[in-house]
């Protein structure tokens, strides 16, 4: 089992429509969990994170977590052709507070 | 968050040759790390600087492979040491203000081997 799983993709939405991306980690220990987008040919941007059970949310972006069935999410409201890239959910556990990333899905919003 | 930058950019080097790559960040971090993303993949981390010693390895990297210094808290350095083509990649510095604290990303190196 993957410690960090995401669906490859490509998930494709219209634009003006949310984009629900998910991802499941396997250390029951886990701490905190982050959403990185990467365009392609650039490095990855951190745009959320989450330390507690719940949602998060900062602009169009919600970031829900729930630690009992050891998945994250994150929802882009309002899609825009822009947000068109690469998400990568990451999860940091261990005492050596390790972050491990997924393999990453790629969006595409369609005008 | 801090501002890193990395050089080269990219580089494009012979079969057997080595290439050091910089990450200067412009504020002290506790935490540096180097990863590597090839082609169509997601990140594996190659190692943690450590400053003042020796780099924590990953398993499957070594250290006369990919030998790292961090002399102070804003600059490290990655070796790839006698590249093959598989060592073609994205090279991507990466740090920490803190233990529990978020982590960010230069913009990277991308090297071809040929």
């Known amino acids: 089992q993957k410690e960090v799983e995401q669906n490859s993709g490509p998930l ?36 959320m994170f989450i330390y507690s059970n719940g949602d998060k949310e900062d602009g169009r972006f919600t970031a829900q977590l729930n630690k009992a069935s050891q998945y994250v999410s994150l929802l882009i409201r309002d899609s825009q052709p822009s947000d068109s890239a690469t998400y990568l959910c990451a999860v940091r556990s261990g005492g050596y507070q390790k972050v491990t990333f997924g393999t990453g899905t790629k969006l595409q919003v369609i005008p | 968050s801090a501002v890193i930058s990395q050089k080269p950019s990219r580089d494009i080097c012979q079969r057997g040759t080595s290439l050091t790559i910089q990450c200067q960040v412009d504020s002290q971090v506790t935490m540096m790390f ?27 990297f070594v250290i006369d492979k990919f030998p790292i210094s961090r002399p102070n808290l804003t600059f490290s350095t990655l070796t790839v040491s006698n590249m093959s ?5 994205i090279y991507l510095c990466s740090v920490r203000d803190s233990f529990d604290y978020e982590q960010y ?10």
Do not use: M
């Open chain 2, 105 to 114: 990303f230069g913009p990277g190196t991308r090297l071809t081997v040929t």
């Open chain 2, 34 to 60: 180097w990863y590597r993303q090839q082609p169509g993949q997601s990140l594996t981390l190659i190692a943690t600087a450590n400053q003042g010693s020796e780099a924590t390895y990953e398993s499957g």
């Open chain 2, 85 to 89: 083509p598989e060592d073609s990649s």
């Open chain 1, 12 to 47: 494709s939405v219209p634009e003006g429509a949310i984009a629900s991306l998910n991802c499941t980690y396997s250390d029951r220990g886990s701490q905190s969990f982050f959403w990185y987008r990467q365009y392609s040919g650039k490095s990855p941007e951190l745009i």
